[in-house]
């Protein structure tokens, strides 16, 4: 990815793409699994972790904020799977019953769900583009390049997807910590 940004980027736009079309044709066969989930989970962070590791090296005075991102999006995305699933045996992490009204509608609604992922993906192509190709418009007198305008307009989009990741990872944590108070609740009551 450090020399072909245009191919690189091609291939994870692509990658994105598939994962969308193998997501909506496993619901359309009836084949999800929860192994699928995982494993859907697994491939969309590794690939994320590889965007973000990337944007390291290319913006090195960005790079704890590039770090950040990528623990909190492994964390949150981990614990959410891990407490929905193993914990309350949601059927997916997408149909657990969340108290957290942003949650709720990220996990409901299909198309503001992809708006955020596909926008917070866009948002780290996109600097990863700039990079490469900083241009400016036609315009002598504008100095702002295409891939600013594009930046400026996702950033926004990248926030919102890092609050809502916030929100997941405060949730998840919510419900392991509870489980955790209840069981041990049930084991002191048992010892006495």
């Known amino acids: 990815m450090l020399h072909g940004p245009v ?56 790079a704890l904020l590039f770090q950040i991102s990528t623990a909190l999006d492994i964390t949150s995305h981990w614990m959410h799977f891990y407490s ?14 969340f108290s957290h009204p942003l949650l709720k509608l990220y996990y409901t609604n299909k198309p503001f769900l992809s708006f955020m992922c596909i926008g917070n993906e866009a948002f780290y192509v996109l600097l990863y583009l700039r990079y490469f190709m900083p241009g400016q418009f036609g315009d002598p007198f504008i100095s702002v390049g295409l891939f600013e305008v594009l930046l400026y307009l996702f950033f926004p ?21 509870s489980v955790d108070m209840k069981e041990r609740k049930q084991a002191h009551i048992r010892k006495s």
């Open 7 to 62: 191919i690189g980027s091609l291939c994870y736009f692509s990658s994105v793409l598939l994962d969308e079309i193998d997501g909506y044709a496993a619901r359309l066969f009836d084949q999800c699994s929860r192994f699928g989930n995982l494993l859907d989970m697994l491939i969309d962070r590794v690939g994320a972790v590889g965007l973000l590791t990337v944007l390291c090296m290319l913006y090195p005075r960005w």
């Open 84 to 97: 929905t699933t193993a914990l309350i045996k949601s059927e997916t992490h997408r149909t657990a019953d």
């Open 157 to 177: 989009v990248a926030v919102g997807k890092t609050y809502i990741s916030c929100v997941q990872l405060q949730e998840a944590v919510w419900m392991i910590t």
